[in-house]
Structures are given as structure tokens and as C-alpha cells.
């Protein structure tokens, strides 16, 4: 079952705004990832969140987490052209001796020059 | 040097056939998977398996079985493909923390 639910689904914005994507959750987790796919691409990682952490930063990237909420965000400040593409937020979970990521729907986010 | 490769980028087939898929880390990552995007780029996790474990997804079809021949592999073989089978198909692997991902295989069957 999908575990994560992303808002919005797309996002358009000028060169130079800032970008906030936002997640949910279900169940308990380990850490929440976010990654980023440009069209055609494999996903790549951008930023770990563990359960007991409240906020992260990454270059123009935040992230915070809210375990109460079971909810998470995606801040990309001063974004430019080459931020285009799809990001997800994907929740970790172990399940025996596996870990396993469960990723959400993905917001298309958009940013025009 | 690609972290995780896998072969081959894009697989055109018909309806029936059997077709693998490769998947190769060079990264010394203890566990691999592979996962299987649909049109909508709804993630969907197929397989995970390190070498003591290997976890299926149980609403993958039994037409679908991974195979590992060692550590750094971990191959995806498809039998009697059906047009509900397109989709691109990411192999993944881990150590702690976040997953790094192959480039994808574009699977499209006719």
C-alpha cells in the first residue's frame, strides 16, 4: 500500500521563489528521505531525516519532520531552472533484517526561468 | 564509475516472453531491490534481498524472480510478459541511510 502522500502534486514557480512540498504518513518510521528524478532519470538522493530529528539542512534544501503529524516538508530555497523535475519523499521501515522504502506519490515541481 | 548499473536501458518484447534485466553495484552495499515505476511514477517496491534474506512483495506476480548470483548482483527475470508488465524498473542498493539508484530499464511489451 502507498505509504506516503505528497502535496501538491505539481508546483509551478518563478527562478529565484522558494519551493515547499509537503508529505504524510501512515505508520512508524526509521528516517524519511527525499529524492529527486529529472524526466528519464533515476532517482537520486537528497537529504535523511531520522525519526528523532526535527529538522535538517542541506545546501538550499530544509527538510523537517514531524513525528506527532506524521508529516514531513520539503523547503528548496532561491530555486533555479535546474530544480525542475519530480521529488518524492520516501518513508524507511525495517521489516526483519531488511530495510525497506516505501515512496510517496511525488510532487512535479516546476520552476520557470 | 557507476554506482549501480543495470542492463539493458530500454527492453521492447512481446506478450509470452521470458526477459531478464541485470543489475550490478559496485558500491560493497548489503542489500538490493528493485522497484517498479508505473506511468504515473508510482514507486512500487518489487523485491529486497540481502544474503541472508530476500523479501517479496506479495502482490508481485510469481512470473517475477529475482537472482543473485553474489553480493554485488542482483538480477530481475520476467516470464511470460504481459502488456500489464510496461513500466520502468529501478534497481536500487543500501548500506545505512539513503538508497542510490540505477538509471532504470524501460520495459515495454507489445
Known amino acids: 500500500s502507498q505509504q506516503g502522500e505528497e502535496d501538491p502534486q505539481a508546483l509551478s514557480i518563478q527562478e529565484g521563489e522558494n519551493a515547499t512540498m509537503n508529505c504524510s504518513y501512515k505508520t512508524s518510521i526509521n528516517n524519511l528521505q527525499w529524492y529527486r528524478q529529472n524526466s528519464g532519470r533515476g532517482l537520486v538522493h537528497l537529504i535523511l531525516i531520522r525519526s528523532n530529528e526535527r529538522e535538517k539542512h542541506s545546501g538550499r534544501l530544509r527538510v523537517t519532520l514531524d513525528t506527532s503529524k506524521k508529516s514531513s516538508s520539503l523547503l528548496i530555497t532561491a530555486s533555479r531552472a535546474a530544480d525542475t523535475a519530480s521529488y518524492f519523499c520516501a518513508t524507511s521501515r525495517s521489516s526483519g533484517s531488511a530495510r525497506q522504502l516505501t515512496f510517496g506519490s511525488g510532487t512535479q515541481l516546476t520552476v520557470l526561468p | 564509475d557507476t554506482a549501480v548499473s543495470q542492463t539493458p536501458k530500454y527492453l521492447v518484447t512481446q506478450m509470452g516472453n521470458d526477459k531478464s534485466i541485470k543489475c550490478e553495484q559496485n558500491l560493497g552495499h548489503d542489500t538490493m531491490y528493485w522497484y517498479k515505476q508505473d506511468s504515473k511514477k508510482f514507486l512500487k517496491i518489487m523485491f529486497s534481498?540481502?544474503?541472508?534474506?530476500?523479501?517479496i512483495n506479495e502482490t508481485v506476480p510469481n512470473r517475477f524472480s529475482p537472482k543473485s548470483p553474489d553480493k554485488a548482483h542482483l538480477n530481475l527475470h520476467i516470464n511470460s510478459l504481459e502488456l500489464g508488465d510496461s513500466a520502468v524498473y529501478f534497481c536500487a542498493s543500501s548500506q545505512e541511510g539513503g538508497y542510490t539508484f540505477g538509471s532504470g530499464t524501460r520495459l515495454t511489451v507489445v
Open positions: 534481498y540481502n544474503n541472508k534474506e530476500l523479501i
